[in-house]
């Protein structure tokens, strides 16, 4: 497996990915496509006015949502297209051309951490392998003490269960709860996808399952 970020190597392969990713996001919801399914669960886990960290945020539809409920949102990618994309369609929110792998909010003026921190789409599969750990740390450190970070991707995506959850464990954070989908389906170990809900601290018992 290549130790790049996979996301970077596809746009600079073909120049017209990100705007063909941002419209095919753009016809589903003009279709009535429902797209707000991760959104709704953070929503479900937060107090009113809630901080939110859209980590790797795209073009903004989970970010957006979480904000047009209410939510202070700050949405991060590492596509400058997806940025311009979640500004022109979702304004409210902060939106920042980063690199999760080295974020430091703080030194961009936003010193205050986060309820919680959403991480969908697949963003973690398309990380390089070597940095996996190190974006698992930099969103730990961007947590409140009781804040919680939601991170989803496909588990047939190179990126084992037991690998991101180690990996987890050493950034600090510990697995409240997995789930196979964003609608509260109980995890599973065949299935083919996993959400985990992780908060800070030591290991426990296991995370309920």
């Not at 073009?59 to 990618?77: E, I, K, N, S, T």
């Not at 996996?132 to 961007?142: E, I, K, M, N, Q």
Request: aromatic share 6%.
């Amino acid at each position: 497996m290549s130790d790049e970020n996979e996301w970077v190597r596809i746009t600079r392969a073909d120049p017209n990915h990100s705007s063909w990713y941002i419209e095919r996001f753009r016809s589903m919801a003009a279709e009535g496509n429902d797209l707000a399914g991760e959104a709704r669960l953070i929503d479900a886990m937060v107090p009113r006015g809630a901080r939110v960290l859209d980590a790797g945020c795209g073009p903004g539809r989970v970010g957006g949502f979480l904000h047009a409920l209410g939510h202070d949102v700050v949405g991060v990618d590492i596509d400058p297209e997806l940025i311009e994309a979640a500004e022109q369609d979702h304004p409210g929110p902060r939106w920042l051309v980063d690199d999760l792998a080295t974020l430091d909010l703080a030194s961009r003026g936003i010193s205050e951490g986060f309820d919680a921190i959403v991480c969908a789409g697949n963003v973690m599969t398309f990380l390089a392998p070597s940095t996996r750990g190190d974006v698992l740390a930099r969103l730990s450190a961007h947590l409140r003490e009781d804040g919680r970070a939601v991170i989803g991707f496909g588990t047939n995506r190179g990126y084992a269960v037991d690998e991101f959850l180690s990996q987890a464990d050493a950034a600090g954070l510990v697995a409240d709860l997995l789930l196979s989908t964003w609608d509260l389906r109980p995890h599973r170990t065949d299935a083919d996808f996993i959400v985990a809900i992780l908060r800070e601290g030591k290991p426990s018992a296991g995370p309920a399952i």
